[in-house]
């Protein structure tokens, strides 16, 4: 008798700890629905403190220094309708009156960074000098009646030159070459050395950096995100050589390219997604 009276008053404390009013079952789901607010809020604010530190740890002169081709492409277009415009006005430069700032974004391919190895000293040389000796030395332009005309007419033969060697009007192969010997260039360690573990290693990482800027427009991409995880197990590897070599050099290139201890040493997956 006494054992079947405690287990019904077991019974009875158990059905009252369940509450199944629905005032209560809407509570629990108040509760779980602010608990998982605040869970998604703190994973939000994780991303942002870390995506904060990433960008002031990139923050490094060598990768200031390199092109963006969807920054530099995004100067340099322009319609049909405002080239016409402009032809039609007579400008030399080309502009185009922004709808509501009311700022001009002026589309002359001067970005100071040229294509095929071409220096800005050479570029001066053909847009500035070259036109005053073709209308002195050439024959055609001697017969022109108007000097005027004819200066003009070599100034601007000399600006479709620049333009056309401009990097603002190249592709994206050849801002990753420019790129890449950007890279050599500041990271060898004597005039055309192209094999210490730095230049290989910053060469890798302006490589991993063109392919980042493509999968986070192309998510679904899953064979450049395969090779984008080998170029990391690459650079990694190379920066292990060298941290065998000389633990200065290392540092210091981990510095300069942005990258910390963990990003090498750690393990190194491939990303779902790149943000």
Known sequence: ???SAHTFSQAVRAVRAVHTTPAFAAKRRNNRKAELEAQRNAEAEAARRAQEQLRKLKDTNFLNS??????????????QEDAAAAVSSGQVSLQQQAGEGG????????????????????????????????????????????PELAEKSAHIQADIVRRVISLDNANSSAIMHYNIS????????????????EVQAAVWTVRINNL??????????HHNRRAYTKLLHKRAK???????ESLERYYLCLKQLGLTKEMVEGEILQPKRIV
């Open 1 to 3: 008798m006494l054992r």
């Open 66 to 79: 390199l092109v963006n081709p969807e920054k530099l492409f995004s100067t340099t277009q322009i319609s």
């Open 103 to 146: 700022s001009v974004i002026r589309r002359e391919a001067n970005s100071g960074h040229f294509a095929c190895h071409v220096q800005p000293e050479e570029v001066k040389l053909v847009a500035e000098v070259a036109p005053k000796a073709m209308v002195g030395s050439d024959f055609r332009f001697s017969l022109q009646v108007m």
């Open 182 to 197: 950007n890279a050599v260039k500041t990271f060898g360690r004597s005039e055309g050395d192209s094999g210490s573990p």
């Open 212 to 221: 980042e800027e493509h999968l986070r427009g192309h998510n679904k991409d």
């Open 238 to 244: 190379m920066l292990k050589y060298l941290k065998r």
